[in-house]
Nanobody, 122 residues
Framework: QVQLVESGGGLVQPGGSLRLSCAAS????????MGWYRQAPGKQRELVAT???????NYADSVKDRFTISRDNAKNTVFLQMNSLKPEDTAVYYC????????????????WGQGTLVTVSS
């Protein structure tokens, strides 16, 4: 019922920029925390950045000062602006949301996006 739809992934050169978007849709009452995670081949999924409904952010040390997470609460959308990209940033990026959904009953859900591939290469 509730889905996260990602866009913006692709191929970019080192030092370049990319902007990821993730829009939540469905019977949503409120989205608490939204975030981005990534998983490189052979590695565990790791936190990239999160943002609360109030705008508090948290970043992995590896992306701090290069990436910026933001959200548009009216559109239930989270963004990840990625600047100064490095080959080490190559990974599948996943959107995540903790939210309150409405249906037969009101309930808390943790929802993941399908993942979008970001490749940083010359």
């Amino acid at each position: 019922q509730v889905q996260l739809v990602e866009s913006g992934g692709g191929l970019v050169q080192p030092g370049g920029s990319l902007r990821l978007s993730c829009a939540a849709s469905g019977s949503i009452v409120r989205i608490n925390t939204m975030g981005w995670y990534r998983q490189a081949p052979g590695k565990q999924r790791e936190l990239v950045a999160t943002i609360t409904s109030g705008g508090s952010t948290n970043y992995a040390d590896s992306v701090k000062d290069r990436f910026t997470i933001s959200r548009d609460n009216a559109k239930n959308t989270v963004f990840l602006q990625m600047n100064s990209l490095k080959p080490e940033d190559t990974a599948v990026y996943y959107c995540h949301a903790g939210l309150i959904a409405a249906g037969t009953t009101v309930r808390y859900l943790e929802v993941w996006g399908q993942g979008t591939l970001v490749t940083v290469s010359s």
